[in-house]
T-cell receptor, first 107, second 122 residues
Framework: DIQMTQSPSSLSASVGDRVTITCRASRSISDHLNWYQQKPGKAPKLLIYAASSLQSGVPSRFSGSGSGTDFTLTISSLQPEDFATYSC?????????FGQGTKVEIK | QVQLVQSGAEVKKPGASVKVSCKASGYTFTNYGINWVRQAPGQSLEWMGWIRAHNGNTNYAQKFRGRVTLTTDTSTSTAYMELKSLRSDDTAMYYCARDGSESYGHNWFDPWGQGTLITVSS
């Protein structure tokens, strides 16, 4: 199975901050990497697919980059509604696997 | 709009089985696959398996093979996940999630159902 490791596991940030979350795959997954946002008690929501494609309706302050084993999710200017947990997911080889999640909290 | 609506929460005893439904609307059901993903309390997301709606082909995670069965009813655009021999560590929120793309190649989970909480307790 492909292991997905996110860092950090949690972070504290202020509104307006630039936030970067990284995700590393245990072997190359090309650009078959997706990012999800999850708020407490809610289902995950797709933000980015294929490493860098912004899902329709997702604000442009979210962006993704990377290929191979190293990937990044960036929030250019953190907004109050962005406080949530973010998870990466590889869709290169089954079983599809997720990172452990990064919780973004208010500083 | 595309929507997946799941059945309600259930409490089961160890050793029992549970069957969760996921009713799709807003798209051609047979054009997309449906995945099942679970999340134990405070834990990360875990993919359980996938079913191709139009022909019933399945792909199960090794961890769940033999204990989970995915099916679909194309007449009602509903997918089902049955999990047998329940244990306390099966207590989790269970989600259905549609394939984001109809085609092979890149894919993702979108949208997701609202989740069904399954509690396993004696």
């Amino acid at each position: 199975d492909i292991q997905m490791t996110q860092s950090p596991s949690s972070l504290s940030a202020s509104v307006g901050d630039r936030v970067t979350i990284t995700c590393r795959a245990s072997r190359s997954i090309s650009d078959h990497l997706n990012w999800y946002q999850q708020k407490p008690g809610k289902a995950p929501k797709l933000l980015i697919y294929a490493a860098s494609s912004l899902q329709s309706g997702v604000p442009s302050r979210f962006s993704g980059s990377g290929s191979g084993t190293d990937f990044t999710l960036t929030i250019s200017s953190l907004q109050p509604e962005d406080f949530a947990t973010y998870s990466c997911e590889q869709h290169y080889a089954t079983p599809w696997t997720f990172g452990q999640g990064t919780k973004v909290e208010i500083k | 709009q595309v929507q997946l609506v799941q059945s309600g929460a259930e409490v089961k005893k160890p050793g029992a089985s549970v069957k969760v439904s996921c009713k799709a609307s807003g798209y051609t059901f047979t054009n997309y696959g449906i995945n099942w993903v679970r999340q134990a309390p405070g834990q990360s997301l875990e993919w359980m398996g996938w079913i191709r709606a139009h022909n019933g082909n399945t792909n199960y995670a090794q961890k769940f093979r033999g204990r989970v069965t995915l099916t679909t009813d194309t007449s009602t655009s509903t997918a089902y996940m049955e999990l047998k021999s329940l244990r306390s560590d099966d207590t989790a929120m269970y989600y259905c999630a549609r394939d984001g793309s109809e085609s092979y190649g890149h894919n993702w989970f979108d949208p997701w159902g609202q989740g069904t909480l399954i509690t396993v307790s004696s």
